[in-house]
């Protein structure tokens, strides 16, 4: 059964450093997602993805915040200068264009020092 | 008013019971709903998609009353391999709005 994979599965960095998350989403889907958990907390929207372009994003996503499909099968999350409230574990979902239902990876656990 | 809000729990109950969780969402741009399971520390995974007509898969069934804004579940003969987070999920535009869980613990 095809899956969403993330790599990696836990990142440490300092405060201030950048840090690139990625996600090799299922093969034949056209829109991607990252949503991000902060521990005990409920999953939130981070940014969806089609075309090339973003769709949507929500208030967490600032100007810290980038996402690319550098190539066909890679997506990525790209955190410009991590703060310590950016600790969280981090899941890109991907669906197909003709179903509502998204399918997530197993995660990155970002932790910030 | 919280988007998607549920029963955090934990709701335990002994093995082969019948459990109901329920779910209100206030966001009418919802247009789709889901139920996912989360089990402690992983990702969540689809359990169903949720329709006014009602599904059933196996021994879960979900319901959706667009009126009263409410969805369902129901898990009959619960089993051990039930215990989990189970998130109620609203679907609309682009994104995904999740509830906070209800916990679930099938106990012996």
């Known amino acids: 059964e095809p899956e969403v994979t993330q790599t990696p599965s836990h990142q440490v960095t300092q405060m201030g450093q950048e840090v690139i998350l990625r996600c090799v989403p299922i093969?034949?889907?056209?829109?991607f997602y990252w949503y991000r958990q902060i521990l005990g907390q409920k999953v939130e929207f981070l940014v969806s993805f089609y075309n090339n372009e973003i769709s949507e994003k929500s208030e967490i996503f600032d100007d810290q915040f980038s996402v690319e499909r550098p190539d066909g099968s890679n997506f990525t999350l790209k955190i410009r200068s991590t703060k310590l409230e950016d600790s969280a574990m981090y899941f890109c979902a991907s669906s197909s264009p003709d179903r509502d239902e998204q399918y997530f990876g197993p995660g990155t656990r970002l932790t910030v020092t | 008013r919280k988007e998607v809000e549920q029963d955090p729990g934990p709701f335990n109950v002994p093995e082969g019971a019948t459990v109901a969780f329920n779910c209100t969402y206030s966001?009418?741009?919802?247009?789709?709903f889901f139920w996912y399971r989360q089990d402690c520390r992983k990702e969540p995974k689809l359990l169903m998609s949720v329709y006014s007509s009602g599904n059933e898969d196996g021994r879960f069934t979900a319901q959706l009353n667009r009126a009263s804004q409410y969805i369902s579940l129901l898990i009959r003969d619960s089993k051990l391999s039930d215990s989990a987070t189970y998130l109620c999920v609203g679907g609309g535009g682009n994104k995904l709005t999740f509830g906070t869980g209800t916990q679930l613990k099938v106990e012996l």
């Open positions: 093969s034949n889907h056209l829109y």
């Open positions: 966001n009418s741009a919802s247009q789709s």
